[in-house]
């Protein structure tokens, strides 16, 4: 056999030592968010065969995954979405969420005024169950049907 040939073991150890170089991934910047996230892409390229985007962001420093991403930014991530959103529609979607808490705690404040409590949630465990009349666990007619 002439030419090049295959060892396997020295592709295996390549591999290896190569998975210990950082990647340098080198992506299109397309936005950042309220919370200071930073998004970018990597487009589609058909002609190499890489048919989907590849998108990813890097946390607000500190941050670290800890918050979640906004619904516009996280359905942009997970291809939802072909564009990035606009910081106008982002910084829409943030005031609408912040109109909604502030009314919220308006009508909690005015329920609690008018004598309102808190709702009553019933207990876990056997006595969370609802009774009924014509039926008492333990009586002897219903064990005889069974």
Do not use: C
């Amino acid at each position: 056999m002439s030419g090049q040939h295959r060892n396997v073991w020295g592709i295996v150890l390549r591999n290896f030592i190569n998975s210990f170089r950082p990647r340098q991934l080198r992506g299109n910047h397309m936005g950042k968010d309220y919370i200071g996230n930073i998004y970018y892409e990597i487009p589609a390229d058909p002609s190499v065969g890489k048919r989907k985007p590849t998108r990813w962001y890097d946390p607000a420093k500190g941050l670290d995954f800890q918050d979640p991403i906004p619904a516009e930014w996280e359905a942009w991530l997970r291809m939802r979405r072909p564009e990035p959103p606009t910081e106008e529609e982002v910084a829409k979607n943030v005031a609408i969420a912040q109109m909604k808490k502030v009314n919220a705690a308006k009508i909690e404040q005015k329920r609690l005024a008018e004598g309102g409590s808190l709702p009553s949630v019933p207990d876990r465990g056997p006595n969370s169950f609802p009774t009924y009349a014509e039926y008492t666990p333990g009586d002897a007619e219903n064990k005889s049907n069974r």
